[in-house]
Nanobody, 120 residues
């Protein structure tokens, strides 16, 4: 089994910054892409950013230039640095990882979510 544990959410004023972390643990053979998604009330879950094991990144247009995704492969951890936060960034943020648990088994795993609220 694989667990993803997120941390770093909270309440921040518009224009502020937060850093989210997500650590994977358990029966891990290797990890492929990792990413962050978010879901605001009444909306579907949407992609925020992804990073491959080689470090290639992809961002939603709404966060380009403000958010930075990175990972530490030695720690099986992915980060999301969020700057210049806006009220519309308010959502529950979920970590995702594509994990190989054996030579033949690969699945997507999700964290429990962490609340980010941007408000004055």
């Amino acid at each position: 089994q694989v667990q993803l544990v997120e941390s770093g959410g909270g309440l921040v004023q518009p224009g502020g910054s937060l850093r989210l972390s997500c650590a994977a643990s358990g029966s891990i053979f290797s990890i492929g892409a990792m990413g962050w998604y978010r879901q605001a009330p009444g909306n579907e879950r949407e992609l925020v950013a992804t990073v491959t094991s080689a470090g290639s990144t992809n961002y939603a247009d709404s966060v380009k230039g403000r958010f930075t995704i990175s990972r530490d492969n030695a720690k099986n951890t992915v980060y999301l640095q969020m700057n210049s936060l806006k009220p519309e960034d308010t959502a529950v943020y979920y970590c995702n990882a594509n994990v190989k648990t054996s030579l033949r088994a690969r699945n997507d795993y999700w964290g429990q979510g962490t609340q980010v609220t941007v408000s004055s």
